[in-house]
């Protein structure tokens, strides 16, 4: 029913380009990006422990994940297009709840800003699904990765210095972003997508389409590194700075390294030219690899703590090849019949790594001091590795021209 009145500027309206979807997702990074190092020193201030900041971390994960498995539902009832404005709407909602800085909005603040996301995330997973060609795919996702490179490098470095000088300020040119985001969204005029036709209909409730998710092993492969590889951003966005402040490292170098880390997705399209080149199965497992050695370092080094994050540092490297290649295993294996259901499914490594790293980290600092959380990511991507290796080893290459040229 919400798919059947569409406005005619809509109806008509021209179809996407890869640039489009890419300033849509460089504007959503300047969002997150210039909050991504002040939200965890927030947390940390107002709850004062790494342990207490993991139980609000893990708390709205839990609540986020069911939220992003219900949004496909929500595009059902109404348009795909009030949805994602939704979505944007609710960033601001959690700006005016970190404003307000006390120990019960900051947590509110952490759930909205999560639900927005994952909200976002949702639908225009399903737009890029809409209009680009499979072949596009991996160009798409590093064009997205260029656009956002700025935001991402110079967003978490300025939101820690403008806390620095007010509190409230990173919240308040964030907030400015997702206006900013809303606006450039309806200037595009995506509307709902395109109309593909179904074998049976939409499926009613979450777990039909959960059911055909593991029954695909693909699909399940492509989701876990999605997971492991937001695990180890989370390791280092959120727990990277504390290590830093209970180190006596101060509370802007965790912010300066990312900055300096997130710049680096100016190479994305080298990578990813690179990686089709080589098939994506080894730009995984290298990159799997050589962030599974360095956060395990990390761990051994922490009697030096400047090592400690010199081995962080360089490990970030490998988590950005990992954002260049890491989701294309499950993108290339989507039906398009499910690309609405598997772009919800895919959407939950966020909320399941807002969960699993929170949880672990918890765990953790019970029984070893706060670096060992390092090691515990890297044995996660050594996992990781392992799996990779039962990929195709074509997967993503480019393939000989037909015409013999």
Known sequence: MALRYQPISLRHAGTPKLQHFALLAGMEAAVRGTLISTIPIAVYDAFGSAQNLSTVYFTAGVITLFWGLLVPRLTQIWPRRFVYS????????????????????????????SMSTVTCFVCFNAYVLDYVPRPDLGRTQSLQMVYAAAPWALGPLSGVWMRHYWAPLPFIVAGFFALALLVTFWFLRLGNGKQIARAKGPAVNPLAYLARFFQQPRLIAGWLFAVIRSCGWWVYVVYVPIFCI??????????????????????????????????VRVALRLALGYCALLFCLATATAGAPVVTVACLFLGSFGLVMLDVA????????????????MAAVYSSFRDVSGIATPGMAWLVLWVAPLNFIFAASGLA????????????????ALRPSRGGT
Do not use: Q
Not at 95 to 106: A, D, I, K, R, S
Not at 259 to 275: G, Q, V
Not at 382 to 393: D, K, N, V
């Open 86 to 113: 939704g979505g944007c709407l609710l960033y601001l909602v959690a700006m005016g709840l970190f404003m307000l800085g006390t120990p019960v909005t900051v947590p509110l603040a952490i759930l909205t800003m």
């Open 246 to 279: 209970e180190s006596g490292l101060g509370d802007k170098l965790g912010g300066t390294i990312l900055s300096i880390s997130n710049a680096t997705l100016l190479l994305s399209p080298f990578m990813a030219s690179w990686a089709r080149r080589r098939s």
């Open 326 to 341: 890491g989701g294309l295993p499950f993108m290339m294996a989507v039906k398009p019949s499910e690309r609405s259901e």
């Open 381 to 396: 991507f050594a996992g990781a590795f392992a799996i990779a290796g039962r990929l195709h080893p074509r997967l993503g």
